[in-house]
């Protein structure tokens, strides 16, 4: 038996989840409408599942949560993990009182990173930004200052290097995992061509195994906008059913 799923990812793995009940039920959706974590969720009825995902997360800090659970997997859970490309950099959020927690039966998941992304909402997450730092004067340094830093080190993020040091520790990670792990990522390593670890099934993987990557933004366009959300190029309801489906089985 499974006893705990802890999926880890951005946006594509943000799902919210609804009455163990199952899809159809009167406090439940419609399983045709259901984001894939749902599908997990019912189909584990007796599991407990644990999503730590928000938009925009970068890469480390998935890495680096991963590694934080080893201690307490054992060979009867189950991690997800939702990977996105290499380039996001990462910004700590200063103070602990303001990380974004996630409380599960045994803890609590502390995300204490924020990405450029969440640039303008910096502010309201309290994040170290431009106001934390002076130069040799005294001077603060603008946020335009800090957009070119953040965008060197989104460069540098990008480099084969970067991705190749990446393959590598996910690949070494993967073999020592303490219980059955699935990695998966929106981004086309054909098309952005760069080290992709073997372990990892990508756009052009999930495409073919799928049979299908269809997002918001191809429904609104074939329904003449009246499913879907325009420039959206996540997941539509089909993309979601089918992976629901297909990441069952792979975590079996």
């Known amino acids: 038996m499974i006893n705990r799923i802890?999926?880890?990812?951005?946006?594509?793995?943000?799902?919210?989840?609804?009455?163990?009940?199952?899809?159809?039920?009167?406090?439940?959706?419609k399983e045709e409408e259901a984001h894939w974590v749902n599908h997990v969720d019912w189909y584990y009825k007796d599991t407990e599942v644990i999503n730590d995902a928000f938009g925009s997360r970068d890469h480390q800090s998935?890495?680096?949560?991963?590694i934080k659970l080893f201690p307490i997997l054992t060979e009867n859970d189950r991690v997800i993990i939702g990977l996105p490309d290499?380039?996001?950099q990462r910004i700590p959020i200063q103070?602990?009182?303001?990380y974004r927690k996630l409380k599960w039966s045994g803890g609590v998941c502390n995300n204490m990173f924020l990405?450029?992304?969440?640039?303008?909402?910096?502010?309201?997450?309290?994040?170290?930004n431009a106001d934390n730092f002076?130069?040799?004067?005294?001077?603060?340094?603008?946020?335009e200052w800090y957009d070119?830093?953040?965008?060197?080190l989104e460069s540098m993020n990008q480099s084969y290097t970067t991705a190749k040091n990446c393959k590598e520790v996910l690949e070494s990670l993967y073999k020592v995992a303490p219980c059955k792990t699935y990695l998966f990522s929106w981004h086309d390593y054909i098309l952005y061509p760069n080290p992709k670890a073997d372990c990892v099934e990508d756009k052009n993987d999930l495409t073919k195994n799928l049979g299908m990557w269809t997002t918001q933004d191809m429904m609104w366009k074939e329904t003449n906008g009246?499913?879907?959300?325009?420039?959206?190029h996540h997941w539509d309801i089909r993309t979601m059913w089918a992976f629901g489906k297909y990441v069952i089985e792979k975590i079996k």
């Open 6 to 29: 802890f999926i880890i990812g951005d946006s594509f793995c943000d799902g919210v989840f609804h009455p163990k009940q199952g899809p159809n039920s009167n406090t439940g959706i």
């Open 62 to 66: 998935m890495i680096d949560y991963w």
């Open 86 to 88: 290499t380039q996001r």
């Open 95 to 98: 103070d602990e009182k303001d």
């Open 115 to 128: 990405t450029r992304q969440w640039w303008h909402a910096y502010e309201d997450f309290k994040t170290t």
């Open 134 to 143: 002076t130069d040799e004067n005294g001077k603060k340094y603008s946020k």
């Open 148 to 152: 070119t830093i953040l965008f060197f």
């Open 226 to 232: 009246k499913k879907g959300n325009k420039d959206d």
